[in-house]
C-alpha cells in the first residue's frame, strides 16, 4: 500500500506560482508512475499532469502545458508540481495519485489505485 499526503496550496495572485509537493510513504512508490489531477467544485476531477515511474516521461493536460511541470525524487518518496503563471481557472483541489503503468491510462481517474487527501489551491484575479 502507498500513503499520499498534499502539501503547498493556499490563495496566491492571478499570474503567481506555487509549488505543490505530495509525500509518499509505504512500500513500492518507485514502481508508480505519479498524476496530479485538479477538481472545482460541481465540476468532476480532471487530469492535469503525470510522470512515469522513472521520471523520463510526462504528460500534462493542454491547459497547463508551458506552465506547469510535474518533477519526482525517488530517493525521498516526493512528487511535485511547480505552478506558474497561474490563472483564476486553475482554482481547485489538487490531488496526486499513483497509478500502474504508463500510457493514456495515466489521465482517467478510475485508473488510479491511490489518492491523497487534496491540496486547495486558489487564484484570485
Known amino acids: 500500500q502507498v500513503q499520499l499526503v498534499e502539501s503547498g496550496g493556499g490563495l496566491v495572485q492571478d499570474g503567481g506560482s506555487l509549488r505543490l509537493s505530495c509525500a509518499a510513504s509505504?512500500?513500492?512508490?518507485?514502481?508508480?508512475?505519479m498524476g496530479w489531477f485538479r477538481q472545482a467544485p460541481g465540476q468532476e476531477r480532471e487530469f492535469v499532469a503525470a510522470?512515469?515511474?522513472?521520471?523520463?516521461?510526462?504528460q500534462y493536460t493542454e491547459s497547463v502545458e508551458g506552465r506547469f511541470t510535474v518533477s519526482r525524487d525517488n530517493a525521498k518518496n516526493t512528487v511535485a508540481l511547480q505552478m506558474n503563471s497561474l490563472k483564476p481557472e486553475d482554482s481547485a483541489v489538487y490531488y496526486c495519485?499513483?497509478?500502474?503503468?504508463?500510457?493514456?491510462?495515466?489521465?482517467?481517474?478510475?485508473?488510479?489505485?491511490?489518492w491523497g487527501q487534496g491540496t486547495q489551491v486558489t487564484v484570485s484575479s
Open positions: 509505504g512500500r513500492g512508490f518507485i514502481t508508480y508512475a
Open positions: 495519485g499513483a497509478i500502474t503503468g504508463w500510457g493514456s491510462k495515466v489521465t482517467f481517474v478510475d485508473e488510479y489505485e491511490y
Open positions: 510522470i512515469s515511474w522513472s521520471g523520463s516521461t510526462t
